[in-house]
């Protein structure tokens, strides 16, 4: 999935990067949380690794058997096909992700103290 955060500065409402330089970064980033309601840390969904062929094919990568003849010796070899390759696009993920520019640590609770059923 990638732990490249987002290239753009500023655009991740999360993200506490550019404004003042003088202004505090907590409080930058709790006023963009707070202008910015229809925000979420997470992800649904991602671009897609995966290549369509002439043939409709889907893959990572694709090859061709090539015959080299050498010195009267047929070799067969290879050869990746990197042209008249389409790109498979956006892909909606099966559950959601937390997306790599969220400021907060999470971590589980085991135990709850104090908690009352109704």
């Not at 970064?25 to 707070?34: F, S, W």
């Not at 969904?45 to 062929?53: G, P, Q």
């Not at 047929?74 to 099966?94: A, C, E, T, Y």
């Amino acid at each position: 999935m990638g732990g490249s955060g987002s290239k753009v500065k500023g655009v991740w409402p999360f993200s506490g990067g550019g404004g003042d330089s003088g202004s505090d970064g907590n409080e930058q980033t709790l006023a963009r949380l707070k202008c910015s309601k229809s925000a979420t840390p997470f992800v649904f969904t991602r671009r897609s690794s995966l290549y369509y062929d002439e043939d409709g094919d889907l893959a990572h990568e694709f090859y061709e058997e090539t015959v080299v003849t050498k010195n009267g010796r047929k070799k067969s070899k290879l050869r990746r096909i990197q042209k008249n390759l389409i790109p498979q696009g956006v892909v909606k993920l099966d559950h959601p992700c937390i997306h790599v520019d969220f400021p907060i640590v999470l971590c589980e609770v085991e135990n709850i103290v104090n908690v009352k059923r109704l």
